[in-house]
């Protein structure tokens, strides 16, 4: 296959060829899926039960990718390489091509994806030592990080679907990792089922656009819309189905119903999901497919308004959960929204910045969690408190974390946050060439501003509840080891200086190596909202420290009463789909497919069988006895009565044998003066 | 000189030793036999070399060769039947019929 790839490489299809890095940036995918392999059929043999390789593949993928990054697009505009070899060629000049599509997008989710990949590898060995599938584990998270990556270079719609799908299957491997509890398997079975009730529109938006385009190829789909080629309707109905995949693999509301759940997987796996893999697939997709959808406004404005609305309930939802992992598992949610409204919008650059950020503080947040999980031996809030002084390096890291996500300067989280609401304001008040509605962008940059206050407040709920105060859980914890701590550090560094590859006004900075949707606007900071933003973080920190220390007997948040029990119900939305969607089938049509399942099918299987059974009662009968078994005994019988009849010609008497051979010779000799 | 003559000794011989080696039982006579048969052929190489007036004596150098090989062979010959007789006490043929089915 890598034999295949590199003669890909010869055959260049559409744009001039890049550097040595970019030109074998095939492998990047290649060597996780490698290591998948290599791990699965002799992890168990080796020293480390195969976490070397799986190390060894992501970070050398890392440094490629990096090497990508930096070498071609750093400082903005690097070259689009576009390589493809043909797959499934359909006759014609149409064919399915497997290849690659390297632009500062591609570049920018490489880096994303591979460092927060390496960073939870290297932490696993720590946080899933002893593990009975231990190998297994390594495995499954190198196949997680080559689909990701495969669905990152697809440069047509089908490989970008393989990837999707694969993210989809390993996102349940690894939830469920943990499947002796029916919980967890559980969780898993949802989270498959849900993001797939999102991929049928997908599925269907990827042929609409196929039937309209005639192609897969998304630089030539972007052509054939930026060309006008294609009618208003049609893109709309594409943007809004293909919109439908993003909604289920970006959490995003109705669909985000899996993300909590899936917490049931190890701590880790959660930071994968979360930060890098699986949920910001939904993201890449819009910003890849971008001028699919600034081709629609109605299209935009359904991104926007989703967006916006899941950014307030998730975080309204985040306030109230014991379970840290919960919290940021809806923090993500809310932060998934933030970047959807972005590319509602029509600002893909400030989305994909925030996606940027966002990977390196919520990977730190869940790694962070996985660390307090470990050493207490519990998720809940509630059997946590006082950790600061027994858990320095992660209260630290924590800590850092939370204020990039909160959004104080100059963390990263601040410059990304800001870059949204800044865009969003921009669009709204019509100072900037609006894609969809000014209205809808005004809607956005309020809920933006309200949800940033929220988020400055639940975590600062949650810091205050874990590290504040007197400890309330059991045993005694401890700091967790070097290899857990070290990718916390590092991944707090990212979260520091992870900001300034956008800081505004720089003209070759963020925006400018990712040029999502071919936008080159470079955002210029305006005094009054920065003002407003940080307004917001503050007070949101402020209050949660106010009702947070001493640590509270009661929830404060219960004095909200009705309000609280809907946030603690999930808006009903679980017991809606339970009610309305699960238990019908589970109930009306399973069963009915039980009886059709018993009685019809079963019948038919029983009925081949017993058919199949007598045809071949009678073959053995007749061909395979007689015929077959004949020839075969036959053979035998008659070589073994030619051997006993020949065998008196070798009567061990030498003379006779000299007789033979004489007479032979005479014999050959008379007919050679004959005939010869 | 005829060579059809020289030719017919030849064959004589060779059928002699024929006859010997298939008719006696004497494992010592077969040998002998086996002799005759390498000196008719000797007679016909011989023969042959005089005939074609060959300037490197071909005939008569294959004839030496065949003397030196003849009596390596019998030299083994004799002490093949020597150990067959300190075995069996005997050196008649057709009890010494071991190699069969």
């Known amino acids: 296959m890598v034999g295949a790839f590199a003669a890909a490489a010869e055959e260049t299809a559409r744009a001039a060829s890049g550097t040595f890095a970019t030109d074998n940036a095939w492998l990047i995918p290649m060597l996780p899926f490698a290591a998948f392999v290599i791990i699965l059929f002799f992890g168990k043999r080796l020293p480390r039960k195969g976490t070397e390789i799986g190390i060894l593949a992501t970070g050398a993928a890392f440094v490629l990718a990096l090497i990508i990054l930096v070498g071609d697009f750093v400082g903005g505009g690097g070259p689009l390489v576009e390589k493809q070899l043909s797959w499934f060629p359909f006759g014609g000049s149409f064919s399915l091509g497997l290849g690659m599509r390297i632009d500062g997008l591609t570049a920018v989710m490489f880096v994303v994806v591979t460092l927060v990949s390496l960073m939870v590898q ?72 849900t993001t797939k009730t999102g991929d049928i529109p997908f599925v269907i938006g990827i042929f609409v656009l196929f039937a309209a385009a005639k192609t897969f190829n998304i630089g030539a789909i972007t052509e054939l819309v930026e060309g006008g080629h294609l009618s208003h309707l049609t893109l709309t109905a594409a943007a809004i189905l293909l919109f439908g995949g993003a909604i289920g693999k970006s959490a995003q509301f109705p669909l985000h119903v899996w993300l909590p759940d899936a917490m049931a997987g190890p701590t ?107 050493a207490v031996h519990s998720n809940n809030m509630s059997e946590m408190g006082g950790l600061k002084r027994v858990m320095p390096t992660t209260y630290k890291t924590f800590i850092i974390g939370s204020l990039a996500l909160a959004g104080i300067p100059p963390l990263a989280g601040f410059w990304s946050k800001d870059e949204i609401l800044t865009e969003a304001y921009r669009f709204g008040t019509g100072t900037g060439t609006a894609h969809g509605s000014a209205s809808v962008a005004l809607i956005v940059y309020f809920v933006g501003i309200v949800t940033a206050f929220l988020t400055a407040f639940y975590m600062s709920r949650a810091v205050h509840l874990t590290f504040e105060g007197d400890y309330r859980g059991h045993g005694h914890p401890h700091e967790s080891p070097p290899a857990m701590t070290v990718p916390l550090v590092i991944l707090a560094a990212l979260s520091v200086v992870a900001g300034f590859a956008g800081i505004p006004g720089w003209q070759s900075g963020f925006g400018a190596w990712v040029g999502v949707g071919g936008e080159t606007h470079v955002p210029s900071a305006s005094i009054p909202l920065i003002l407003i933003s940080i307004g917001v973080a503050v007070g949101g920190i402020l209050i949660g420290r ?103 010609l070798q009567g061990g008497d030498v003379q006779r044998y000299a007789a033979y051979l004489f007479a032979g010779v005479a014999l050959f000799a008379f007919l050679f003066t004959r005939f010869g | 000189m005829n060579l059809a003559w020289v030719l017919t000794l030849g064959a004589l011989l060779f059928s002699i030793g024929i006859y010997g080696v298939i008719a006696r039982r004497n494992a010592v006579l077969v040998l002998m036999s086996i002799e005759l048969m390498l000196n008719a052929v000797n007679i016909n190489l011989i023969a042959f070399g005089s005939w074609f007036q060959d300037k490197l004596a071909v005939g008569q150098i294959f004839a030496l060769f065949i003397i030196a090989i003849a009596a390596a062979e019998v030299g083994i010959g004799l002490a093949i039947v020597l150990m067959i007789f300190r075995n069996r006490e005997t050196i008649n043929l057709d009890e010494v019929d071991l190699l069969k089915w």
């Not at chain 1, 491997?173 to 969780?187: D, M, R, T």
């Not at chain 1, 061909?623 to 036959?634: F, T, Y």
């Open chain 1, 268 to 374: 880790p796996v959660s930071a994968l999901i979360h930060a890098a893999t699986m949920v910001t697939a939904g993201v890449f997709l819009v910003a890849r497919l971008f001028p699919v959808f600034e081709a629609s406004p109605e299209a935009l404005n359904e991104v926007a308004l989703i967006g916006a609305f899941t950014m307030l309930g998730a975080a309204l939802l985040a306030m109230v959960q014991d379970d840290i992992k919960r919290v940021l598992a809806y923090s993500t949610v809310s932060q998934l929204a933030y970047m959807m409204a972005a590319l509602g919008v029509g600002a893909g650059n400030a989305a994909i910045f925030h996606l940027f950020t966002h990977a390196f503080f919520k990977a730190l947040l869940f790694l962070g969690a996985g660390s307090l999980i470990h």
């Open chain 1, 122 to 193: 290297i932490y696993s060995t720590a946080y899933m030592h002893g593990d009975k599938r231990y190998t297994w584990y390594y495995a499954a998270l190198n196949l997680f990080t080559g689909s990701m990556l495969n669905l990152v270079i697809a440069n047509n719609l089908i490989q970008l679907l393989i990837g999707w799908e694969l993210v989809g299957i390993c996102s349940y491997l690894l939830i469920g990792h943990w499947w002796e509890e029916k919980e967890n398997s559980n969780a898993a079975i949802k989270a498959f089922v």
């Open chain 1, 546 to 648: 106010r009702l947070y220390i001493p640590a509270p007997e009661r929830e404060p948040l219960e004095r909200l009463g009705f309000f609280y029990k809907l946030l603690q119900r999930k808006y009903y939305l679980d017991d809606f789909y339970g009610a309305a969607i699960v238990r019908p089938i589970r109930d009306v049509v399973s069963s009915a497919m039980y009886w059709i399942n018993q009685n019809v099918i079963d019948g038919l299987v029983n009925g081949a069988a017993a058919a199949s059974r007598g045809t071949a009662k009678g073959l053995y009968n007749i061909v395979d006895q007689k015929v077959i078994d004949g020839a075969v005994n036959g053979a035998g019988i008659g070589t073994r009565r030619t051997g006993g009849f020949l065998k008196y």
